[in-house]
């Protein structure tokens, strides 16, 4: 039987948008069903897509750690494509399960282990030959960053510089959510990554930084001067592999005071722990009890205000030219929400991770094996990009 649509696994913040435009994108996806842990998220997600949307979504319950729950799922529904946007924990069991039944596969985020805070594409890059040998796409990190960033620097590099030697990549998150503390997605995947050492790509090797450690003032257009942090994020290591010859990739994310002041309190007293510890006879692991407490990301929509600017800064040569470019998008967590009920960190993972699925859905983006976005040709992701929500501005420093 010939495999068509999609099935999307996740119902959270990132899948609200993800499903919520792919819905608007149905002649392209054909059908689409939303599986999660909780059913009733999707459900309730479904219900609203069809009153704002008017398509109808199947729904379905899984748990995503299961690599034979997700078989019989997928043989069940005969998908085109999976589109994983539950959490980074569930990478390798999706993948295997696709590969396992002939089906291609798009993810946000790259592999997390539950029990250590380290992530790196080295196991699903291992997982490259499963994919090539049945002629499959698995499509590794198409949100904004890693995604759209990635995209970006490719874009850059085919119609800007003949050689790009530094990337600086900067996020910036403007938006007020009223909030003392708060996290913009999955509180528990955010902790660990913004509390890790920081790290960044020189000269051929990684630079190791403590939390925080480097701060710089940047001014992003449209919302200005903001203190920026060098954190460690996944796109620098596809992205130091795939740009040939660049010498220095570094990224950086604003945050506020009062964040700050809150993640190293909650450090401080052990709150971001990953290990379980016992409380009154009941194994608890801190962080997870800590992303019970605080407000769900999925809620915040209604009570963000502001903007964010996320993009990408490369420098290199033009013609013998030494030259820099600023490649950026603005959104407006306000717009976000209107169109699709979630802020815009949500929207500006949700967008790219549509883009990409449709891409590789009706066979523009064909490489096989597993792939990063800035393997591909950049047109057609740009092209979308502008007219799904998210344009982009190019300018020269
Ligand atoms: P949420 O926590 O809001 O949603 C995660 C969803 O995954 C929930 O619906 C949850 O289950 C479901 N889930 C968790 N475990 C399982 C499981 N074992 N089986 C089935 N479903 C499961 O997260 P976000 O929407 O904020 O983030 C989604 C992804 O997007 C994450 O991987 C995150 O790292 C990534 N991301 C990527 C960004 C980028 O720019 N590239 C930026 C922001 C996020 P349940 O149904 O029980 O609620």
């Known amino acids: 039987m010939e495999k068509k649509g ?11 948008v993800a499903t919520t435009k792919c819905a608007m994108n149905i002649d392209t996806f054909e059908k689409i069903t939303l599986a999660s842990r909780t059913v009733s998220k999707c459900i309730t997600m479904a219900k609203k897509i069809k009153e ?3 398509v109808d979504i199947d ?13 019989e799922l997928i043989n069940t529904i005969n998908p085109k494509v999976v589109l994983n946007v539950a959490l980074p924990y569930q990478d390798l069991t999706i993948m295997d399960a696709c590969s396992a039944t002939n089906t291609h596969y798009i993810d946000t985020a790259n592999y997390e282990h539950p029990d250590e805070a380290k992530f790196e594409y080295k196991e699903q890059w291992a997982r490259n030959d499963d994919f090539e040998k049945e002629n499959l796409t698995a499509l590794l990190g198409s949100g904004f960053d890693p995604g759209v960033t990635g995209v970006f620097v490719k874009y850059i590099q085919e119609n800007y510089l003949d050689s790009i030697e530094y990337i600086d990549i900067m996020d910036c998150n403007a938006g007020d959510h009223g909030y003392p503390f708060a996290t913009n997605f999955n509180p528990e995947i955010n902790l660990r990554e913004v509390s890790s050492n920081g790290r960044y790509w020189e000269e051929g090797k990684w630079i190791e930084t403590k939390p925080l450690e480097i701060r710089v003032d940047h001014d992003y257009p449209e919302i200005g001067i903001k203190p ?24 950086f994310m604003t945050f506020g005071d009062s964040y700050i002041q809150h993640m190293n309190c909650l450090e401080n007293v052990g709150m971001l722990g990953i290990k379980p510890v016992m409380h009154k006879g ?15 990301p999925a809620s915040l929509g209604p009570r963000t205000h502001g903007k ?10 033009k013609d013998g030219v030494r030259k ?11 717009e976000c929400y209107k169109e699709t009920g979630a802020q815009a960190v949500s929207y500006t993972t949700g967008v790219p991770a549509m ?17 990063n976005v800035e393997e591909f040709s950049s047109k057609p992701f740009m092209d979308e990009l502008m007219s799904q929500g998210l344009p982009w501005k190019v300018i020269e420093l």
Do not use: M
């Not at 964010?308 to 040569?317: K, Q, S």
């Open 228 to 251: 920026s942090y060098l954190l460690y994020h996944e796109e620098l290591e596809s992205l130091c592999k795939n740009i040939k010859g660049v010498k220095r990739i570094r990224f």
């Open 324 to 334: 820099k470019f600023y490649i950026y998008n603005i959104c407006d967590h306000q």
């Open 308 to 317: 964010t600017n996320i993009g990408c800064i490369c420098e290199g040569f």
């Open 355 to 371: 883009i990409g699925t449709k891409l590789v859905y009706n066979g523009t983006w064909d490489l096989k094996g597993a792939r």
């Open 282 to 296: 009941v194994e608890i692991t801190p962080i997870e009890f800590l992303a019970t407490l605080l407000p769900d």
């Open 59 to 71: 729904t379905a319950s899984i748990d995503a750690d299961n690599v034979p729950d997700l078989i």
């Open 52 to 54: 704002s949307v008017g």
């Open 6 to 16: 999609i099935l999307i696994i996740g119902a959270g913040g990132v899948s609200t």
